[in-house]
């Protein structure tokens, strides 16, 4: 990496958590890195220059791009890391809700890929990294509509792999089992709530917290990222931790009806 010109990353949802993290990371690893917030940051913090954006609004994230490059002028690594949570059975959340929750999570998405790819493909160049989970690969009760839009970006970024290689552009899925982060600080809560499932979403929320407690930290995931950011001959997917690693042989290799019971048992629900 050329010290005196290093490579340009931008990384949503960067205030804290895996994004900080990440952001941190990038910075370690060389590139001069641009960190977006919802609400207003410190400009500067730690050589991070940070930025205010909403991923769900198209001219915020515009607006957001437009300044990077004006300074820079160019973008070679975006990491879309903004994104919420919604727990809940799926019948508990309203079509609007889920609206909300895709709006972040899968058009956020496509907003900031949309405003970088003219960029990346001027240079013929550029890497994009899209944060999934391992909820973008099994099912997860009581978060189906969260889960729903994880795998949904995985079939984006996929898809759209295949697309813009030809112009010397790479995407890229990182897919983190459950991390040490703020339980509550991303999360939404079911906005139609029912008596039937009231006993089993306290249950989970509980379960939910305990894994959180002894989950990966954070630095698991953005070190994933960096060396998906510079390997030379980039993969498709990028497991971050162990459980992200086991998860996905089981899902592979483990036949439909065991993984199945496999699923419940984890979740503490009957056979």
Not at 43 to 51: P, V
Not at 114 to 140: C, E, F, Y
Not at 171 to 192: I, K, Q, S, W, Y
Request: aromatic share 6%; glycine share 8%; proline share 4%.
């Amino acid at each position: 990496m050329n010290k005196a010109n290093p490579r340009v990353a931008l990384v949503t949802g960067a205030s804290s958590g895996i994004g900080r993290a990440t952001a941190k990371a990038l910075q370690k690893a060389g590139f001069r890195v641009f960190g977006t917030s919802r609400r207003a940051a410190a400009k500067n913090s730690d050589g991070i220059t940070m930025l205010t954006c909403d991923v769900t609004d198209d001219a915020s994230v515009a607006a957001m791009v437009e300044a990077v490059l004006a300074e820079t002028g160019r973008v070679d690594l975006v990491v879309n890391n903004a994104g919420i949570g919604l727990i809940g059975a799926a019948e508990e959340s309203s079509v609007a809700q889920a609206q909300r929750l895709f709006d972040v999570n899968v058009f956020g998405v496509a907003r900031v890929v949309n405003a970088v790819l003219p960029i990346m493909r001027s240079q013929m160049s550029g890497r994009i990294i899209n944060m999934s989970s391992i909820l973008g690969l099994i099912p997860s009760p009581f978060n189906a509509f969260y889960s729903a839009t994880k795998h949904a970006v995985e079939g984006y970024s996929e898809s759209l792999d295949h697309e813009v290689r030809p112009y010397g552009i790479r995407v890229v899925l990182v897919e983190p089992g459950v991390t040490r982060t703020a339980f509550e600080e991303n999360l939404t809560r079911a906005d139609m709530p029912l008596p039937t499932y009231a006993a089993e979403r306290t249950r989970m929320e509980r379960l939910m917290r305990q894994w959180v407690e002894t989950g990966d930290a954070p630095q698991v995931v953005a070190d994933t990222v960096a060396k998906a950011a510079t390997d030379a001959a980039p993969k498709l997917r990028y497991a971050a931790g162990k459980q992200s690693r086991q998860v996905g042989a089981l899902r592979r290799f483990v036949p439909a009806s065991a993984f199945d019971k496999s699923v419940r048992k984890h979740n503490g629900l009957p056979d």
